[in-house]
Each structure stands twice: as structure tokens, then as C-alpha cells.
């Protein structure tokens, strides 16, 4: 610990304005005490020879009245006179008042002479004391002079001494202070290499020199990393902007991290107007970016860049760490190849279905016309080959009658004619058609429709298809002798549902948000079970396209649940 620090200046100033106060109270008594001295001097050595000579002047003169008294009073104020001789010449004029008291005591008369002469000597004493009090008095001025310019000297220079020290002495610590402050407020702007000097010897000296040690550390941390930092600042935006696919980063709070050149080039945007600025404020002024952070993006759609059209999914992927969702990124798939090549897929499909639908239809009639008697009997051998090349003919059939549908939906040309429908007229037609399948299995077909059950806006062709398409699958993997129900219902809002319930095996849940997807079939199936995989596809696109939605849920404690919904009229 220093020994001259703050607390040891602070307390060395206290003891200096000490020392000049008790310096000029100390002056100031000194010569207080002194006139006083001077002054009791006068009235004990002047003032009281004055009073006994005033006493005996007023003897001499009642003596002629009352010569004893007066005699007596005198002798008494001689004797007190005798005994307050204190200046020069006063002595004899004492001594010649003593002997001509006794010539008057002895004479035993008044002698008037004598009186006048007795009344001299007292004027002498009188005059003495006088001239006395007159050099006394002028001393005392003198001194009284003297204390009121030592007085007004130490005054001036305690004035003096202490205005100097009170203006200078604080700066001892605001001086500090001030060069600190400004140092924290250069370290707040990162001027790293701005140092104070402050050689007070005290506590400050020992901040100023921990303060730079600081900023030397921090400035050679800045410059260790800087290099670093901006190496990897440009490495990120190197391989952002190396991603094939348009790619926006929002963090949580809605702030955009970073935008590539190509999202940057769809926008039509600069990075100054994006980067750094909240999602909803570009929203604002920009439509291309407000449907982008819409979140109901199912579907691919078209931007139009460089006079060509282009097709995009939008992807958003989760920034974690530790499990902490960051932000997000969104990312514009372009699928404009792949739209093409699913465009010609679609054409060929459409017309390959085409051109074998009418062929497979011939051969179902010439198929038929063989198992018929009036062609001919065949054998039971023949009987079960037409009969497998029928069924397997029936399958090709289906199939390409699906294929044909999902071309039509693919190419967005369904062919929809929405009108009221009656929901019971629905589910009445689709369990006639299937009854006879459901009669095979020894499953029953129940439904479950209430009579105030509102009318449905749908295509009943498609509407149709879409249940008997559910239906079918219900009864083809339920259990034998199990129930198939058909329920109907009013949902939340201006909708009509209906539900198809079913005891079979359900779906894994690892494969439900699979089912709706085209070719796609539940591993672990027997090969009866095997369809095509598109029903539940082309039976999507036709409710979406009439305005409605297919749902699964799984039943408990089995089975499953197509929910469809309409929109009510």
C-alpha cells in the first residue's frame, strides 16, 4: 500500500486549511491579549492614581466643614496613592504631598497656604498621569495598528493560500477521474490503443497502469482475431453464396442473418436493404419476400427471372444449438428441370394410359366372351386361365384408369363440376357398388348418416371415387366377418365430413405422413394387399381441387380413420 495515497492527501489538505485557520485565530488572540494588556495597565497604573487624587482634592476642599473626617479620608487616599506610584516623576510630587500632610496634622490648623500648595502637588501627580495615559494611549494605537496589518497580511495570505489550494487541490482527484473516464469512453468505441498517463503516486497511478494493461490485452485480442474472424466471416459468405439454392437466415427475433447472391437476384434486392433489417419491415416493401415467410407453401410456384419462368419449393430448415432453435433458414429449391421432366412424364403417361385403355378394354370384351357359353364350353382348365386373365386384365385396367386420372391432376386439367349433393346419396351409392366385395370378405358396411345433415358442394363423380377409392381399401385389409362403418357429419365451421372407419392392421406412424404421397405402399403388406399406390394421391388432389381436405387418424384400439371434408352449401 503506498504511503502517500489519496486518503493520506485528502487528510495532509484537511490538516494544511488546519493549520492556516488555528495560524490566524492564534495571531488574532495574540494581539487581543496584547491590548488588553495594555489597557488594563492603564487603568490599574493611571486611572486609579486619578481616582485618589480626584478623592483627595475633595478632602482638601470639605475640610473647612469637617476638618476630621476629611483628614481622615485623605490620609487614607494618600496612603493608597503611595501605593500606585508607577511613573516617573510621580514619586516626588507623592512625597512632597506626604510632608506637607504631616506639616498640616502637626500645625493641627487649617492653613490655607498650605492647602494650595498640598492641591499643587496633586495636579502634579494628575498631570503625570495624564502625560502617562496619553503615551499609553498612543502605544496601544500603535500596537492595535500593528496587530490590524499583521492581521490583514496573514488574512490576505491565508485568502490567498487557501483559494489556491481549494481550486487546485481538487483536481487532485477530478483530474484522474476525467483522464479515466475518457480512457472507458475510447475502450466503449474499441480504440484499443488509447493509453492515460497519471504519475500521481497514488491509487490512481496503479488504475492507470491496470487500465492499460487492459487495452494492450484487448487490443492484441482484437488483432489476434480480427485476421481470424474476418477469415471466417468471409469463408461463411463464400460458401452461402456457393449454395445452388436461394437461401435466407432469420434468426429467432425475426432478424434476416444473411441473404446469397442468388436470393439476393429473385428478390431484386441489394444486401444493404436485407441483411441486418427485420423480416416484417422488408415484408413491407417487398411481395416476393412476404410470400416467401408465409408458411402455407405446400405446392411448387413460379417466379418469372430473366423472361423465363422458373418453378420453387421453399424448404425451412431449424438452426439448433443444444437443442435451442436459433433461427431458421428458408431455402428456394429450384425445380424447373424437374417440373419439365414431371410435365413430359405426365404427357407420356397420359398417353400411354390412353393408348392402352382402348386395347386392355378389347381384351376384357374378348376375355368375357370366351368365359361365355354361347362361344364355345371350355374346359375347367381353360375356365380358370380366362378367369386369371381376367382378374390380372381387371388390375392392368385399374390401373392405367388411375394413371390416367393422375396425369389429370398433375397437369391441373380436372375436369370438376361442382353442384349441392346430397352426402346420403353419396354414401347410399358407393356401399351399393361395394357391397358385392364386401359380401365376399363377410365384412359389413354400416353407415351412420344424420337426416339434418346439410348438403355438400363437391363433383359427385369425383367425390364418389374419392369414398369408393377408402372404402375399397378398408374392406381389402380388414379382417374377415369385421365391420366397415361410413359416418357423416357436421365438423367445425360451413363443413360436411365424412369419416370411413375400418378394424384393420392401422399405419405405423413412421409411414403417416407418407401415405398421401404417389406409389407409396406400407412395407410389410401381403401381395394381396399390394395396390398401386396412387388412390390415396389422385384421392388428395380431387378434394383439393374441390375445395375440401383428406385426413388420417388412427382408431383405438385398432385401425383406421379417412376422414374427408366438404364445403356446406
Request: with cysteine; glycine share 6%; hydrophobic share 40%.
Amino acid at each position: 500500500m503506498k504511503s502517500f495515497n489519496i486518503r493520506n492527501k485528502v487528510r495532509t489538505g484537511t490538516v494544511f486549511l488546519f493549520i492556516l485557520l488555528l495560524l490566524t485565530a492564534g495571531m488574532g488572540i495574540f494581539y487581543v491579549v496584547k491590548l488588553k494588556q495594555l489597557s488594563n495597565e492603564i487603568l490599574k497604573d493611571n486611572y486609579e492614581s486619578l481616582d485618589y487624587c480626584y478623592s483627595m482634592q475633595m478632602n482638601l476642599v470639605s475640610m473647612t466643614e469637617n476638618y476630621q473626617k476629611s483628614k481622615e479620608e485623605f490620609h487614607k487616599s494618600l496612603i493608597l496613592q503611595e501605593g500606585n506610584i508607577t511613573e516617573h516623576g510621580e514619586i516626588e510630587a507623592t512625597q512632597n504631598l506626604r510632608r506637607k500632610y504631616e506639616s498640616l496634622i502637626i500645625a493641627e490648623r487649617l492653613d490655607s497656604v498650605r492647602i494650595i500648595e498640598m492641591s499643587q502637588d496633586i495636579s502634579s501627580i494628575v498631570r503625570v498621569n495624564m502625560e502617562a495615559i496619553r503615551i499609553k494611549s498612543e502605544l496601544t494605537d500603535q500596537k492595535a495598528k500593528e496587530a490590524m496589518n499583521v492581521l490583514s497580511v496573514i488574512a490576505t495570505f491565508v485568502f490567498i493560500v487557501g483559494l489556491v489550494f481549494t481550486i487546485n487541490f481538487p483536481s487532485v482527484i477530478t483530474m484522474p477521474i476525467g483522464k479515466l473516464k475518457e480512457a472507458v469512453n475510447e475502450l466503449s468505441q474499441k480504440n484499443y490503443k488509447h493509453r492515460i498517463h497519471i504519475n500521481t503516486g497514488d491509487e490512481f497511478t496503479d488504475l492507470a497502469d491496470t487500465f492499460n494493461v487492459l487495452a494492450e490485452k484487448l487490443d492484441m485480442y482484437e488483432h489476434s482475431n480480427l485476421n481470424q474472424i474476418m477469415f471466417q466471416k468471409s469463408r461463411a459468405e463464400a460458401v452461402i453464396n456457393s449454395l445452388k439454392d436461394a437461401s435466407i437466415g432469420i434468426d429467432k427475433s425475426g432478424n434476416i442473418l444473411f441473404a446469397n447472391e442468388q436470393s439476393l437476384k429473385l428478390l431484386n434486392l441489394k444486401a444493404s436493404e436485407i441483411v441486418g433489417k427485420q423480416s416484417d419491415e422488408v415484408a413491407r416493401f417487398n411481395d416476393l419476400f412476404r410470400f416467401i415467410c408465409e408458411d402455407s407453401h405446400t405446392s411448387p410456384f413460379r417466379i418469372v427471372t430473366d423472361g423465363k419462368e422458373n418453378f420453387f419449393v421453399i424448404d425451412k430448415y431449424s438452426i439448433l444449438k443444444d437443442d435451442e432453435e436459433l433461427g431458421f433458414v428458408l431455402a428456394l429449391k429450384n425445380i424447373t428441370s424437374f417440373q419439365e421432366k414431371d410435365t413430359a412424364k405426365t404427357n407420356f403417361l397420359a398417353t400411354i394410359s390412353h393408348e392402352l385403355k382402348t386395347p386392355l378394354g378389347s381384351a376384357d370384351i374378348g376375355l368375357k366372351l370366351l368365359n361365355n357359353p354361347k362361344t364355345g364350353d371350355l374346359n375347367d382348365m381353360q375356365k380358370e386361365i380366362v378367369n386369371d386373365l381376367q382378374k390380372e386384365n381387371a388390375r392392368l385396367l385399374k390401373l392405367v384408369s388411375e394413371l390416367l386420372d393422375m396425369s389429370q391432376a398433375e397437369t391441373g386439367n380436372i375436369n370438376l363440376t361442382l353442384t349441392e349433393v346430397d352426402a346420403d346419396e353419396v354414401v347410399t351409392d358407393v356401399i351399393s357398388s361395394l357391397k358385392p366385395q364386401a359380401v365376399d370378405k363377410d365384412i359389413t358396411l354400416t353407415k351412420s348418416i344424420p337426416s339434418n345433415l346439410k348438403k355438400i358442394k363437391a363433383d359427385k363423380e369425383k367425390a364418389e371415387w374419392v369414398l369408393v377409392n377408402l372404402v375399397s381399401n378398408a374392406i381389402r385389409y380388414s379382417p374377415r366377418g369385421s365391420e366397415v362403418i361410413l359416418v357423416a357429419g357436421i365438423s367445425d365451421g360451413p363443413t360436411v365430413s365424412m369419416s370411413v372407419i375400418d378394424n384393420g392392421p392401422g399405419i405405423p406412424p413412421q409411414y403417416r405422413d407418407k401415405i398421401f404421397k404417389r406409389f407409396f405402399k406400407v412395407p410389410g403388406r401381403g401381395a394381396e394387399h399390394n395396390g398401386t399406390g396412387l388412390g390415396l394421391s389422385i384421392s388428395k388432389e380431387f378434394m383439393e381441387a374441390m375445395g375440401g381436405k383428406i385426413e388420417y387418424f388412427p382408431s383405438v384400439p385398432g385401425g383406421s380413420e379417412f376422414r374427408i371434408t366438404f364445403r356446406a352449401t
